[in-house]
């Protein structure tokens, strides 16, 4: 995939988000503190469940940005920006060379999530390649995932899913 490393390390942080809030793995300030912790995002220490609830009130648009044509789209990253007063820097740090954060250390965490989201989506709209936002092609789940492979292929978040949905199918045959 031509974007760069930070880009899309945002799109799949954000998708794991939104997944683990949806598979009911993200309730508290506490488990959002983990997750990013994990993803080694700076400044959650200090996370609160005020910031937790506001980070939950933002998912809706997030998934409206992941799931959205690509018009409507730019018009909702448009809003984010707007009411969230971005304003975007370049910056370089750890070991990603120079890239744009749409708000300053400090930030809001919710503010802060779904304003990277939006500065992500951002490239993907810019090169028309909205395609690489996908849900799971598995009846039973309903997963965000980023697909990376060359010809925008990939149907499923997991080989779980694919495997489930490959051995109903043939089951479905057989019967």
């Not at 490393?5 to 793995?25: K, M, P, Q, T």
């Not at 508290?28 to 990013?36: D, I, K, N, P």
């Not at 995002?41 to 996370?47: C, F, K, Q, Y």
């Amino acid at each position: 995939m031509p974007y760069p490393r930070e880009l899309v390390r945002s799109l799949e942080f954000i998708a794991e988000v939104c997944n683990r809030r949806r598979d009911g793995r993200l309730r508290t300030a506490a488990s959002l503190r983990e997750v990013c912790l994990e993803w080694g995002v700076p400044g959650v220490s200090r996370l609160s469940g005020a910031d937790a609830a506001a980070t939950w009130a933002h998912l809706p648009t997030v998934e409206r940005l992941w799931d959205g044509r690509r018009d409507e789209v730019a018009a909702l990253v448009n809003r984010v920006f707007r009411d969230t007063g971005a304003r975007p820097q370049l910056v370089r740090h750890d070991d990603y060379d120079w890239h744009l954060h749409g708000l300053p250390p400090g930030a809001p965490i919710a503010d802060s999530l779904v304003v990277n989201a939006a500065m992500a989506i951002v490239d993907l709209v810019r090169a028309d390649d909205m395609a690489r936002c996908k849900r799971c092609g598995d009846d039973r789940c309903d997963r965000m995932f980023l697909d990376q492979s060359r010809n925008r292929s990939r149907r499923f978040c997991s080989t779980t899913c694919q495997s489930r949905t490959n051995v109903a199918a043939f089951r479905a045959r057989h019967a």
